[in-house]
């Protein structure tokens, strides 16, 4: 059995946060429910008696009010590269507020696993086609130092156990396994090659023109990078596939898997995300950081049949604190 704190709020790369155990009994797969899209009200606008007192200001100081008005309209954060919008009936969204850098390409790191999740997704006629766990998995998250599910060499776990395993531990070996099972090709780079190609084709028919993949799980060859405005739209996508949602509103998930050795494994995955746990009425998505990428949170939240969907690419570890921020003033207007 491994068990594996995160050392900070969002997870690092290297960061272990899933738990085995070898063991002779089965535990029912159990999932969460599904977020749903609402309608929402008209966003809060100045009323005629405000407007009256703005034409009355001296020309001198209206600039300076109107500065201040624009401060005061705006969630107070520290992230600039961040975008917030409102969903509305899924083909469509409304934008309520953007950073200063929300359209600026940057590394996004393991918030690329929303686009693995929903390339593999574009298939659910697979979600309980079993994989095995290969050493090549296991081996690319000690080289890469990379965050993990603990799978274990050998057993076999269903597509659907993946994405779990990737989108709350965030693990890499599970991502890695998705890639190579969902591809194309004679070896394993040429599936992996393929896949990054069918999340490229994707971005591309979501009209995502800041974004460009060049991994499966955020480990960058040097152009896997995104915009706060794309990972924004691309959470709300995937919002809409009630597999994903379903899986990334789960605090803890615990499974079993049939082992190499014909008895059974458990495996504990923890979800990265500490919205879930702070923000009433937090649906998920997904936690990302890197030594140069940063944080990177993509986030969602249902209140009052509104459902916001936001995301803080690049930046500290003040990004759940600014996500909280960026989602109260967003239900306050």
Do not use: C
Not at 151 to 157: M, S, V
Not at 161 to 168: C, G, R, T
Not at 247 to 269: D, H, L, M, Q, S
Request: hydrophobic share 40%.
């Amino acid at each position: 059995m491994g068990s594996h704190a995160r050392p900070n709020r969002l997870h690092r790369t290297g960061a272990r946060l899933a738990t085995v155990a070898l063991v002779g009994a089965v535990l029912p797969i159990t999932a969460g429910g599904l977020a749903q899209a609402a309608t929402t009200s008209p966003a809060h606008s100045a009323d005629d008696s405000d407007q009256a007192s703005a034409d009355a200001v001296a020309p001198a100081d209206r600039g300076k009010e109107a500065l201040d008005t624009g401060a005061r309209d705006a969630p107070s954060v520290k992230a600039d590269h961040a975008f917030l919008l409102d969903a509305r009936d899924g083909s469509q969204e409304r934008e309520m507020w953007a950073g200063a850098k929300a359209d600026e390409s940057v590394s996004m790191a393991s918030t690329t696993k929303i686009m693995t999740a929903l390339v593999v997704l574009k298939q659910p006629e697979y979600l309980d086609r079993q994989i095995t766990v290969k050493q090549e998995y296991r081996d690319y998250v000690t080289q890469n130092g990379s965050s993990t599910a603990d799978l274990q060499l050998g057993d076999k776990l269903t597509v659907k156990q993946l994405l779990h395993a990737m989108l709350l531990p965030s693990g890499a070996d599970a991502a890695m396994a998705l890639a190579d099972s969902f591809g194309s090709g004679d070896t394993m780079d040429a599936r992996i090659a393929d896949f990054q190609n069918q999340m490229n084709a994707e971005a591309q028919q979501l009209g995502l023109t800041g974004t460009h993949f060049d991994s499966f799980d955020g480990i960058s060859h040097g152009d896997n990078r995104s915009t706060a405005r794309d990972l924004a739209k691309l959470g709300q996508r995937a919002m809409l596939k009630p597999v994903f949602a379903d899986i990334v509103k789960i605090k803890k998930f615990e499974t079993e898997a049939p082992a190499a050795n014909g008895r059974t494994r458990y495996y504990t995955w923890v979800n990265t995300n500490d919205l879930l746990s702070t923000y009433d009425g937090a649906l998920g998505i997904k936690t990302g950081s890197g030594a140069e990428a940063g944080y990177s949170l993509v986030f969602a939240a249902n209140r009052d049949n509104r459902t916001l969907v936001g995301a803080i690419v690049g930046s500290d570890q003040e990004a759940f604190d600014d996500a909280t921020k960026i989602l109260d003033w967003g239900f306050a207007h």
